[in-house]
């Protein structure tokens, strides 16, 4: 099945990547159109998802991340259509002239086939559709078991709408088999894929870069922090922490750790927990001589909860936060609340993270929010893409060279 899957993607891929700009538009438009048109269809095959989840004790915070709705199905298209007025990543090109008269252009292009492998998000499986049919790419979709009936249902949805306006169905796949061993295989399949984007937890992270011989964008994991310094605006810091804990748990850009300066601890850690009175606290020696909380393990500083659970740590200083970030997070996004330049400086210098926040909620790292449209991915390595991963990441380039009998 996934070499048949592999072989149909790789020849729509020749299909769609030979489009123009205006036909990959329409395209998305179709896409947009029949995630609206056919809502309902999707809430059906959604509910038997939820139903599932449920009977297995899925959490509240993954439920929530689960579920779709005919408000999120809409918002959905919207972020489709939104990627439609985003500038083409195809169009890019450099042209230069070497002294022996040859023309060189260094020339955009699709990688070809992309697979993701990702969790119970199924947001996702239209998000990556968008940005693979605007890159020109065709794309493979696995997700998890939790979310397979919306995700079979959201792309039968799609590629029928690419079908409608003349491109083949193939563009656009998700894998029915959710076994451990259809991953594998899939990591593996090294010259029928020619990129693999995994999105969920550490662990399954973990699992992709370890062991596929494809070439891998390394995502998600987000164990994001929030450190207070000591010249914090008090009111200012305890929205932020709450937004960036509460607003939406479950997702890799929510906090999943409180560092507070020792001199501001007294006064800001009760204020804290008052707020974030569902949230379970785990702290630290010295933050349990202040408030009323369990005790945080050396494992926790290390965890990400996706859930209403929050490990804190009083500091003795912006340095100590920076080296207790830089050993405990996942390079994702990290955040200082602080009226002093100088520590703000030291901060965004010296975190090792591809997003770097000054007095604002962790929550903005977004392919949305920093007006990229739908992402495919948080990156959390160093190589082309870093970062919410927008079109131009899902790009790569070719050089083609003109010239006239030149020999070297």
């Known amino acids: 099945m996934l070499d048949i899957m592999c072989?149909?993607?790789r020849e729509a891929s020749f299909v769609l990547g030979n489009t123009d700009s205006a036909k990959r538009n329409e395209a998305l438009e179709a896409m947009a159109c029949a995630l609206v048109a056919r809502c309902d269809e999707i809430i059906v095959a959604n509910e038997l998802d939820?139903?599932?989840?449920?009977?297995?004790?899925?959490?509240?915070?993954?439920?929530?991340?689960?579920?779709?709705?005919?408000?999120?199905?809409?918002?959905?298209?919207?972020?489709?259509?939104?990627?439609?007025?985003?500038?083409?990543?195809?169009?890019?090109?450099?042209?230069?002239?070497?002294?022996?008269?040859?023309?060189?252009t260094k020339k955009r292009v699709p990688f070809g086939v992309i697979a993701i492998i990702y969790e119970a998000r199924p947001n996702v499986t239209a998000d990556a559709a968008a940005l693979c049919v605007k890159s020109g790419n065709a794309v493979i979709l696995r997700g998890g078991k939790e979310a397979i009936d919306s995700n079979l249902k959201i792309a039968e949805v799609l590629s029928d709408a690419?079908?409608?306006?003349?491109?083949?169905?193939?563009?656009?796949?998700?894998?029915?088999?959710?076994?451990?061993?259809?991953?594998?295989?899939?990591?593996?399949m090294k010259g029928s894929i020619d990129l693999l984007i995994p999105r969920g937890g550490k662990s399954l992270i973990r699992s992709v870069v370890e062991n596929?011989?494809?070439?891998?964008?390394?995502?998600?994991?987000?164990?994001?922090?929030?450190?207070?310094?000591?010249?914090?605006?008090?009111?200012?810091?305890?929205e932020i922490i709450d937004n960036a804990k509460r607003q939406r748990p479950s997702v890799c850009n929510a906090a999943e750790s409180l560092l507070v300066h020792e001199k501001i601890a007294s006064k800001i850690l009760p204020l804290v927990k008052a707020r974030l009175?569902?949230?379970?606290?785990?702290?630290?020696?010295?933050?349990?001589?202040?408030?009323?909380?369990?005790?945080?393990?050396?494992?926790?500083?290390?965890?990400?909860?996706?859930?209403?659970i929050l490990s804190v740590k009083v500091?003795?200083?912006?340095?100590?936060?920076?080296?207790?970030?830089?050993?405990?997070?996942?390079?994702h996004s990290e955040a200082i609340i602080t009226e002093n330049s100088e520590n703000a400086e030291y901060f965004c210098s010296r975190i090792d993270a591809a997003?770097?926040?000054?007095?604002?909620?962790?929550?903005?790292?977004?392919?949305?929010?920093?007006?990229?449209?739908?992402?495919?991915?948080?990156?959390?390595?160093?190589?082309?893409?870093?970062?919410?991963?927008?079109?131009?990441?899902?790009?790569?380039?070719?050089?083609?060279?003109?010239?006239?009998g030149q020999i070297r």
Not at 375 to 402: C, D, F, N, W
């Open 7 to 9: 072989k149909n993607a």
């Open 50 to 104: 939820i139903k599932r989840a449920r009977e297995n004790n899925m959490s509240e915070a993954m439920l929530d991340r689960l579920t779709l709705t005919s408000a999120r199905i809409n918002a959905i298209a919207a972020s489709v259509r939104k990627v439609i007025a985003l500038p083409d990543p195809l169009e890019n090109s450099e042209k230069f002239t070497r002294p022996n008269g040859l023309k060189i």
């Open 162 to 188: 690419l079908f409608g306006i003349g491109l083949p169905k193939d563009c656009v796949a998700v894998i029915p088999d959710t076994s451990r061993e259809t991953a594998n295989r899939l990591m593996k």
């Open 212 to 238: 596929a011989t494809v070439p891998v964008i390394e995502t998600g994991a987000g164990n994001c922090h929030v450190f207070i310094d000591e010249s914090a605006d008090i009111e200012k810091a305890i």
């Open 277 to 308: 009175d569902n949230v379970i606290l785990r702290g630290c020696e010295k933050t349990a001589e202040i408030i009323d909380c369990e005790r945080a393990t050396d494992e926790d500083f290390f965890t990400e909860y996706n859930d209403y």
């Open 315 to 331: 500091v003795g200083s912006v340095c100590e936060a920076v080296e207790h970030i830089n050993i405990h997070g996942t390079g």
């Open 355 to 404: 997003a770097v926040y000054v007095n604002a909620s962790t929550r903005f790292t977004d392919g949305e929010e920093f007006g990229f449209g739908a992402e495919i991915g948080i990156s959390t390595q160093k190589m082309h893409a870093r970062g919410p991963m927008g079109l131009p990441e899902m790009t790569t380039y070719k050089y083609v060279i003109e010239g006239n």
